[in-house]
């Protein structure tokens, strides 16, 4: 009888965290669970300011020289995934080692998987970049995007801007 209500409480307890508003959102990534207390280092991106619910959102990291970040010939990591239709949207990033790293996300709306002025673009940092700005090869101070990581989970928040 006891097996049978504690059996009954973690369906009710698992069912109650899968709903909007209760517990926390689930990460999209290759293994969202490493984000949620494992001591693998890993990036959990918070990313806000999408526009739309469209398309899709791109999530790259960087490690090593920060004159190659943000060249997608030096990514270290990078993801894709279509938007949620609703909630937070939240990547967990497994990077494999403690180290520094910078990270960026593209909102493409169109989905054509092309950079075009419809999409947002943003960093770790948040520092103000535009779109043009990334075209052009104009990239902020590493020191300004520059996360550090060890070993857990390390939240870098990033807003998109758009043109």
């Known amino acids: 009888m006891m097996a049978k209500l504690r059996s009954g409480l973690l369906v009710l307890a ?6 909007p508003g209760l517990g926390a959102a689930q990460a999209l990534g290759p293994n969202p669970s490493l984000c949620s207390g494992g001591r693998e280092p890993t990036i959990l991106v918070r990313v806000a300011g999408l526009k739309s619910r469209a398309g899709t959102v791109r999530v790259r990291t960087f490690s090593g020289d920060p004159d190659t970040y943000f060249n997608k010939k030096f990514a270290h990591k990078r993801f894709e995934y279509d938007v949620p239709a609703s909630g937070p949207i939240e990547i967990c990033v497994p990077v494999g080692a403690a180290g520094t790293y910078a990270v960026d996300v593209r909102h493409d709306i169109n989905k054509n998987g092309d950079t075009d002025r419809s999409d ?9 970049i535009s779109l043009m700005s990334i075209l052009f090869g104009r990239k902020p101070p590493a020191s300004q995007v520059q996360v550090s990581v060890a070993n857990g989970t390390t939240i870098v928040p990033i807003t998109v801007r758009y043109l």
């Open 14 to 19: 698992t069912a109650t965290l899968g709903l």
């Open 120 to 128: 947002g673009i943003g960093a770790s940092g948040n520092p103000k």
